[in-house]
């Protein structure tokens, strides 16, 4: 039984891993905590909800969701985090303009759907189950391991075989070192915040499919879990959102199987406080992160 | 008299050895120098002193008491001031806000009283301001109370960090960089302040580039290379030593 | 009379927003990145309610108790804090205030659990909430006097500085902390005596989100940039009634706008515009003079 709840916790955050991917990503190269992440995250949900509602094919969905949440996160960065950029209250003013980012999406969401809970039709995605070893997946899972793992790829290859990668990286490490070596910072913005959309939007279609609940605040719990998953990985490291994510999938399928479900929020935020006592830089950040100088 | 006297003393960053068995004195009453090509570690001896960074090895020792394992704050109030190689001040705050602070240690009126309001704390405001005041006549920087520090010029806005750390009354003075970007006679007046501040019985560590500058302070110079002491004596003996040579110029 | 009258609970409102925002100022302006008031508000209210209503406790010694455990874990989360810094702190205090919600909802024979704790008795009022306010008022700005406030400002604008003028930045920030913790455990006990109920989920992620957003809107060094803060955002799904469910939509798109032209916050650059002509007067005159 152990095994299978960690499979399941396993898919799960194949899912969370994408979706602090996105997360972690942004604050890592402009130090921005983008709070209006689960509102595009939201959006890919809704995105793909919407063209299968209008008849049309899962995947065009799919596609559809990933571009158009990529394309709403270049939005947010420039509607919100752009004037910030010269001024020295970024940090602050990054969280309440995003808030604020995310307050209108949510609004917008809400009065589109009617603040109704939706689901995506009965036979939109096949419901097939397979059984191994004792073990029982759903064909939706497979998918879900199969997207995560695809798209993660795609941004590791992205990131560390491609000059547009090269340069964003550049970017994270000396913004001005890297105008004046001729990179456009505009550019790499467009490419960190459009990637981090797409995997959130992805997230969501998936999540959309597999707890067939899709509401404007669907979001929240996301960002708040995100937030978990991010520190555990370490803030602003990609690998390290990716196996925390992965963790983090089983960590709370176990919780909810193993303790009283109205305390599973108490368990994993006082995780969370404590992994930032004890190791604030989480599994593979950089140790300097979040410590102070001095004896 | 309450001089600082430093002992052997180490940090490595790792592989890094920044300081390498530093052992010099700063004695009460004079100004000593600290001179040393880039890189040569001297800032880091500074946040040594300070407790700004922890000691790898050896000892600092202050007025007789080891003082290697306190931390910074703790010194500070030790009677230990000093100014940055960047100008650190609060840029947005008027020159009298930026000294006001200070005074920080002086102050004696406790917590509730501060956060009550009450007049106590209240008077010691008054006095620690009038004390500001007193000090900014004697800089000759008067006309100034009222401005953001950050739009004084270069020179006015090393004076003010130096009449900061001078406002508690210090008894150990460590200047890092303090005339550096001045010209010949701005330099010559902050040196004259430094020769009295040490003639009044303050131990003064002075770090600076500008040779000539130390030479006409400093009675004892010691020079840094690569974060070890390569030279110690008078500015004369100092400047004639091949080694200390080798190292400005390269050999 | 009647056309003010009627807007009597949205200042009520306002006053019991303005007090927490006002905690929430204290701790930003000392350089603790926290967020841990609307958990701290939420252990006032609930204690405060709770005394009350089952052990009979007068509401006034339960305020005084929803306060001081207000402070109490101010200073339990203030010394893991202190080695903080920035958005790790943010995190780590996010995480107490929903630690905070979910034992809440948790702990059903306590606190009503998700329905919460109702028929508070209603003791008190307009007056007592202005009273409040205008200590707390009174309060920060005679700290912003002394040699206290004077450590928070220079502990927020340059740690290394403040160190070595020998501020214990520790200190410093636990002082901050507890202050905040008094205020937010006071008018968390005062909306529980005002609001005839309480339910967890008023002091969750939105309550938290709301009073940021009050200080970063109004300005986080003077003391009167929370207060039109809170006014501004209180005020405006009022305002924007007509437009009914797009009000939070305009609530959104205020913040953005604010931080974007003015993201210090409004009074913060108010107060700078006005001390810049101040300046240049001056300037102008004094080179008058000389000529």
Known sequence: MIVQQLLNGLVVGGVYALFALGFTLVFGIHQILNLAHGAVFMTGAFIALYTVLAGWPLWLGFILAIAG????????????????????????????????????????????????????????????????FGLRVSALQLFMAACAVALVLLLTLYLYRTQFGR??????????????????????????????????????????????????????????????????????SIPGAMLAGLLFGMIQTMTIAYFPSGLTDAIIFSLLFLLLLIRPHGLLGRPEAGAMRGR | ?????????????GGVTAADEITLDVPAGRVTGLIGPNGAGKTTIVNLITGMLALSAGRIVFDG???????????????????????????????????????????????VSNILGLPAARAETARIRAMAHDLLQRFDMSRFADFPAGGLSYGHQRRVEMMRALAASPTVLLLDEPVAGMNDVEAAELGRIFLEVAASGIAVLLIEHNIRFVTR?????????????IASGTPRQVMSDPAVIAAYLGS | MEFLLGYRPLFDVFLLHTGYALGQYIVLRA????????????????????????????????????????????????????????????IATLAFVQVVLSVNVFAEPLTGGAMGLNGIPRVVGTWTLLIAVGATIYLMTAIGATRLGRAFDAVRQDEAVAVSLGVSVTRTQSVAFAISGAVAGLFGGLEAFHGY???????????????????????????????????????????????????????????????????????????????????????????????
């Not at chain 1, 609004?107 to 995605?125: C, E, G, I």
């Not at chain 1, 490490?173 to 790499?188: F, H, M, Q, T």
């Not at chain 1, 959309?197 to 959309?208: D, T």
Request: with cysteine; proline share 3%.
């Open chain 2, 217 to 229: 302070l400093c009675e004892q110079v010691h020079v840094l290379d690569y974060g070890r002491v």
């Open chain 3, 31 to 90: 350089g603790v990145f926290s967020v841990a008031n609307a958990g701290l508000s939420s252990i006032g209210a609930y204690l405060a309610a709770g005394l009350t209503l089952k052990l009979g406790v007068h509401p006034y010694l339960s305020l005084l108790a929803g306060t001081l455990a207000g402070v109490v874990f101010a200073l339990l989360l203030s010394w893991p804090l202190a080695r903080l810094r920035g958005v790790y702190q943010a």
């Open chain 1, 69 to 132: 949440s990529g394309l709403l996160s270049v939005l947010i960065e420039v509607v919100a985090f752009r004037k910030l950029r010269q001024s020295g209250e970024a940090e602050f003013g990054a969280i309440v303009s995003s808030i604020g980012v995310n307050l209108i999406i949510v609004t917008v969401a809400q009065k589109v759907s009617n603040t109704l809970v939706l689901r995506f039709p009965f036979d939109t995605f096949p419901i097939v189950i397979y059984e191994f």
């Open chain 2, 1 to 13: 008299m309450k001089g600082l006297s430093l002992q052997g003393v180490c940090k490595r960053f």
């Open chain 2, 65 to 111: 008491r080891d003082i290697s394992a306190l931390g910074a704050d703790r010194i500070s109030r030790l009677g230990f001031a000093r100014t940055f190689q960047n100008i650190r001040l609060f840029k947005e705050a008027s020159v009298v806000d930026n000294l006001l602070i200070g005074f920080h240690k002086l102050q004696q009126s406790s917590l």
């Open chain 3, 197 to 291: 109920a309480l339910e967890p989920n008023q002091f969750g992620f939105s309550f938290l989100v709301a009073i940021l957003s009050y200080v970063v809107l109004g300005g986080r060094r003077s003391v009167i940039g929370p207060v039109v803060g809170t006014a501004v955002l209180v005020a405006l799904p009022e305002i924007a009634r007509p437009l009914a469910e797009y009000r939070m939509l305009v609530y959104g798109a205020l913040l953005v706008a604010v931080i974007a032209y003015l993201p210090r916050g409004i009074v913060d650059t108010l107060l700078d515009y006005l001390r810049r002509q101040h300046m240049a007067a001056r300037a102008a005159s004094t080179a008058g003079r000389q000529s």
């Open chain 1, 167 to 236: 340069q964003v990286r550049a970017v994270a490490g000396n913004e001005r070192a890297a105008k004046l070596l001729g990179i456009n910072p505009d550019l790499v913005y467009f490419q960190t915040f459009f990637l981090s959309g797409a995997l959130a939007g992805a997230a969501g279609v998936l999540v959309g499919l597999a707890f067939n609940s899709i509401h404007f605040m669907m979001g929240e719990p996301w960002l708040l879990r995100g937030f978990v998953v991010i520190i555990l990985g370490g803030l602003g």
